[in-house]
């Protein structure tokens, strides 16, 4: 089955950028998103399609797709953004989660 | 407002049976693909299952395939999960999530734009 690979962790200084990678086979081929969630709360889409950020989501989020790894960028970091972040693609008629990734803001 | 509403949760033993429900409001609902999501304590976010906006086509996480059945009725707005033959690794919070691709075309770009709460299921002797 398809496979989608995070780091388990990432640290950031605040206002620094923080780059999350989520990597699996051909998966510039496919169409990458990007949630956020924080403790106790449901998930939240950052990124769709790729590159798409939907309305009310921050500028500083940004993301790429291209070879075998698809990238959630964000761009000047702050405290806020503490959270897990998941990415996610269809595959083979299903849908496949990264394992998440603990960003920390320090 | 998108609204997502799912009841249904609670505590059963194994091998039991247990069904879902997502109340939907603030969209056309039999237009967007629906979809199941779980997450276990502590752990990261697992697809469960998905099913057309028609209810045509529906799609399973192998670990779920033949014990649970997805299937929505669209006159209510409220998408369903029965669940069977439950066991310890089923134990989670079950989220109803909406695609956020209206044409539901191409399964590709499917992506959850709304979530509910959530609804916890556990599973224990």
């Known amino acids: 089955s398809y496979k989608l690979t995070q780091p388990p962790s990432l640290s950031v200084s605040p206002g620094q950028t923080a780059s999350i990678t989520c990597s699996g086979d051909k998966l510039g081929n496919k169409y990458a998103c990007w949630y956020q969630q924080k403790p106790g709360q449901s998930p939240v889409l950052v990124i769709y399609?790729?590159?798409k950020r939907p309305s009310g989501i921050p500028e500083r989020f940004s993301g790429s797709n291209s070879g075998n790894t698809a990238t959630l960028t964000i761009s000047g970091t702050q405290a806020m953004d503490e959270a897990d972040y998941y990415c996610q693609a269809w595959d083979s008629s299903t849908v496949v989660f990264g394992g998440g990734t603990k960003l920390t803001v320090l | 407002e998108v609204q997502l509403m799912e009841s249904g949760g609670g505590l059963v033993q194994p091998g039991g049976s247990l069904r879902l429900s997502c109340a939907a409001s603030?969209?056309?609902?039999?237009?967007?693909?629906m979809s199941w999501v779980r997450q276990a304590p502590g752990k990261g976010l697992e697809w469960v299952s998905t099913i057309s906006g028609s209810g045509d086509n529906t799609y399973y996480a192998d670990s779920v395939k033949g014990r649970f059945t997805i299937s929505r009725d669209n006159s209510k707005n409220t998408l369903y999960l029965q669940m069977n033959s439950l066991r310890a690794e089923d134990a989670a919070l079950y989220y109803c999530a909406k695609d956020g691709d209206a044409s539901g075309t191409d399964r590709r770009k499917i992506h959850f734009d709304y979530w509910g709460q959530g609804t916890l299921v556990t599973v224990s002797s």
């Open positions: 603030g969209f056309t609902f039999s237009s967007y693909a």
């Open positions: 399609q790729d590159t």
